[in-house]
């Protein structure tokens, strides 16, 4: 472990001026000392990323924004407790957009640094990408796990909501926030995932039918991940696997509205103090959120949870009846896309929304030669079993970040 994290920080050394993940780091001495001196557990000796919207005891959460420059909790959020007390070291917090919105910070992509890294886990999924840290916290409200990991080319875990507690970690939407988290493969992911969660996930999954899903949204879809689709149906077949063509649900066709309209809702209520004490420090694509959310009353709001509320109920027994493992999706809509964005999180609101476990999954390149990659979505508190089908797919696709 101590070789390992000596590699992480000489990487950081040679690329944190074009990768620019990072915007608190604890000294490399400090580091080395940890990692040598961590405790027992699961994750003894893993260096970690957290990113600056989940509170560390000991380095500033600024959640992107200048109105929390160098704000100290002095508490580590939940899950951050959970990885120090199985062994993990806290490397340092990485970048986040803006509130873990859709602003862009310095952060760039790994693999070009002309292209965008994704958002708002900008700074997590690249320095795991750049082999500068094992593993890194993130949080997805929208598409801030799935879509960065998949423009990074690692792989992007996002739990059921609620399973992991979301103490300590900045507010966006409470409706949606959850915390996820970043690796190179689907053996790490698994084991942050045991860890935080405390459960065994030994046993073997035979992945037996997957329904390929194009969605309401596939119009968003550029042709390369048209074929990146295609291909993995046929990797997926190739290895025995039934894939069955699941046409767009009934039931998920109101879901994007309605989680836009709670998105809305509840941002402007959860920055009611920053927008009446510093909104000269907001950022024009948030205070254009804001007047947005204005226009959403409580009426909407209900309506729209009411839709949502229906919608999960239907998706379940959907699954449920289907005897589908899970579900292959796109993603992302394209390639990562040039720096000043954050990319387009059409592909991965839905999920959210219904409160799922989704699992982004590294396939190859595009034909730009960036990462590209699928999406697994599984079913309510099915987390246990979508990491197992994200294993063996990861074998029958042959690549790892």
Known sequence: MLEEARSQLSRI?????????????????????????APPGSLHGWTIGVKDVIDTADLPTERG?????????GNDAACVAGARAAGAVVLGKTVTTEF???????????HNPDRTPGGSSSGSAAAVADNQVRAAFGTQT???VLRPAAYCGVVGFKPTYQLVPTAGVATL??????????TKNVTDSKMMFSTLVDTNLDEPTRIKKIGRYLSHQWEAAKPEMAEVM????????????????????????????????????EVVRVFAWERKNHADLISPLLQKMLLNGDKVDHRKYRAA?????????????????????????????????????????????????????????PTGKGPLGLPVGVQLAGSMWGDNKLLGVAN??????????
């Open 13 to 37: 050394s040679k690329r944190d001026d074009v990768v620019k993940a990072w915007v608190a780091r604890h000294e490399d001495a400090v580091i080395l000392d940890a990692v040598e001196g």
């Open 65 to 73: 924004s200048p109105i929390y420059a160098n704000r100290c909790t």
């Open 100 to 110: 873990a919105l859709f602003t862009p910070n310095k952060t760039t992509n790994p």
């Open 142 to 144: 929208v598409g801030s």
């Open 173 to 182: 939407s409470h409706s949606f926030d959850t915390v996820g988290w970043f």
């Open 230 to 265: 295609r291909l993995g149906e046929k990797k997926l077949s190739d290895a025995g696997i039934e894939v069955v063509n699941v046409d767009p649900l009934k039931h998920l066709a109101p879901v994007f509205e309605a989680a836009n309209t709670v998105l809305h809702y």
């Open 305 to 361: 949870q009411l839709v949502l509320l229906k919608a999960r109920n239907l998706h379940d027994e959907f699954m449920s009846q289907s005897g589908l493992d899970a579900l292959i999706t796109p993603s992302a809509s394209s390639e990562a896309p040039s720096i000043g964005t954050t990319g387009d999180s059409v592909f991965n609101r839905v999920w959210t929304a219904l409160g799922v476990p989704a699992i982004h999954l």
């Open 392 to 401: 063996e797919a990861e074998k029958v696709f042959g690549v790892t970040a």
